[in-house]
C-alpha cells in the first residue's frame, strides 16, 4: 500500500500556531518529503500547533525558544511530553534527513 503525503485536513483545523506557522509549514513539507506517512506528519503537526499556541498563549518570542522554554511545556500536566522534541533534536532531525 503506497504511503500517502496528503496531511490530515482535521490536524491544520486544531490551534493556531501563531508565528510558528511558516517554520510549521516547511517541517511538514521536509517531513513529507523524506516519505513520512500523512498520519506521522500529522502527529508531528499536531505537537507543533499545540506549541505554537501555547507561546502565544504565554507570550514568549520566536527567539526566545530554547531548551529551557521546551521544558517547561513539556512540565504541563497532562501533555504527551515525549512527543514533545527540543529544539536541538528537532534541528538534528531535520539535519539528518
Known amino acids: 500500500m503506497p504511503k500517502s503525503t496528503e496531511v490530515l485536513p482535521e490536524c491544520t483545523q486544531l490551534k493556531d500556531p501563531g508565528k510558528l506557522r511558516p517554520f510549521l509549514e516547511a ?7 523524506l516519505g513520512h506517512t500523512r498520519l506521522t506528519v500529522s502527529s508531528y503537526e499536531a505537537s507543533a500547533r499545540h506549541f505554537g499556541q501555547w ?5 514568549i518570542a520566536i527567539t526566545e ?3 529551557d522554554v521546551v521544558r517547561a ?8 511530553w515525549k512527543r514533545v522534541h527540543a529544539p536541538s533534536e528537532t534541528r538534528t532531525a531535520i539535519k539528518a534527513g
Open 27 to 33: 517541517f511538514t513539507s521536509r517531513l513529507l518529503n
Open 55 to 59: 507561546l502565544q498563549s504565554t507570550k
Open 65 to 67: 525558544i530554547d531548551d
Open 73 to 80: 511545556l513539556r512540565s504541563i500536566e497532562g501533555l504527551d
